[in-house]
């Protein structure tokens, strides 16, 4: 990798990691999910820095540089996903549970009212 | 004896006052349950009108999460049998008293509408009939039970099934099929009786078009074999009850 790259490189891995620190701090991104988005971009500048990881798999697996540094990116992506994947069901069946129960509420509220203003009448006629 | 009938409903402001009209006049006992999932048009007024109780949600949630809600009412306020219903017209409340009856005296907690328990006229499309004969082979397989009509939305439950049906393990998209083993699994007596259905007079299923069949057919499946590793991986915790699953 020449001197060039490597400097691309650092730059852009500094600029993500400075862009999740920002997003944190205006609650764009909860604190509790910013660790993934921070040890994705340590991902990549790891593989930065260390090209001899890279050449060392490729030697050993026989396999292209690029090939590697695809595949790793996609297990990467698939991980980062999946995560993403996992908080929205959580948050769609407590989104469900929350309408669920929005509804109960209205009925139970719409039958208080009702008896009050029977309550309310039984009382006038008292009077 | 509380009795509660749960009809699920979207945009059935049509056809809804005259259901909830025919159960009313077969007996005032029943307590009407419908649950407005989102619907954009009159359904929860048209069903208030008619008398009865409605939980409307804010926004569509889907048939299963509709039928939930409905359970968690009923649970709420100690039902004792409930029979759940579809809105489209195509399950006959005559039937309600006899469902009834057989739940209150017999020892069975889910009776479940058979199209195909007897001989009858109902007539559906050849991938719904393929589809419905698929899974209630394999239900009946598992279960070791023969059962002929794994998809009925026409339902009666016995009160101490609900803990199970509000539960987190309640599959919210389409409770068929794997309802049934889960049921079974949980130690639930079911059973079927013979009934007629009327196709859908607007065709408004929600099994409709070739990719919801598609789409149906896959996630059952799915569904069932997740349950069936759930049910082996978990078999000596059979007793801790359905939170295993």
């Known amino acids: ?127 | 004896m509380k009795k509660a009938i749960i009809i699920p409903a979207f945009n059935e402001e049509k056809r809804i006052q005259k259901l909830i009209n025919k159960i009313k006049l077969i007996s005032e006992d029943y307590e009407v349950i419908v649950i407005d999932d989102g619907s954009i048009d009159n359904t929860a007024s048209a069903a208030l009108n008619a008398g009865a109780v409605v939980l409307s949600h804010p926004f569509n949630l889907g048939y299963g999460s509709a039928l939930q809600t409905g359970y968690k009412y009923a649970l709420e306020n100690y039902f004792d049998i409930i029979v759940q219903m579809d809105a489209d017209g195509q399950h006959d409340p005559k039937y309600i008293p006899q469902m009834i009856n057989i739940l209150a005296t017999q020892d069975i907690d889910v009776l479940i509408g058979s199209r195909f328990k007897n001989k009858t006229n109902y007539k559906t499309t050849l991938v719904r009939k393929l589809g419905i004969k698929l899974f209630s082979t394999i239900t009946s397989l598992i279960i070791k039970k023969k059962i002929t009509d794994a998809t009925s939305g026409y339902q009666a439950i016995k009160a101490k099934v609900l803990p199970f049906l509000v539960s987190e393990s309640f599959p919210s998209d389409y409770p068929d099929a794997d309802l049934l083993i889960m049921l079974d699994y949980n130690g639930f007596k079911i059973e079927e009786f013979a009934m007629e259905m009327y196709p859908d007079s607007q065709n408004k299923s929600m099994h409709k078009g070739f990719l919801k069949n598609i789409y149906y057919i896959f996630k059952m499946l799915i569904s069932i074999f997740l349950l069936l590793i759930s049910i082996n991986f978990f078999k000596k915790n059979k007793n801790n009850n359905w939170k295993v699953l």
């Open chain 1, 1 to 127: 990798m020449t001197l060039i790259q490597k400097i691309l490189f650092y730059t852009l891995s500094a600029l993500i990691i400075i862009l999740i620190l920002v997003l944190v701090r205006k609650k764009k991104i909860r604190e509790n999910d910013s660790w993934l988005w921070l040890l994705f971009s340590l991902f990549l500048i790891i593989i930065t820095s260390n090209v001899l990881i890279l050449t060392k798999l490729s030697d050993y697996l026989k396999v292209a540089k690029s090939i590697i540094l695809i595949f790793l990116a996609s297990i990467a992506f698939f991980i980062l996903i999946l995560w993403l994947y996992i908080i929205i069901s959580n948050y769609q069946t407590k989104i469900k549970n929350l309408a669920q129960k929005i509804a109960l509420l209205e009925e139970k509220i719409e039958k208080l009212n009702k008896r009050l203003d029977k309550n309310d009448k039984n009382l006038n006629e008292k009077v």
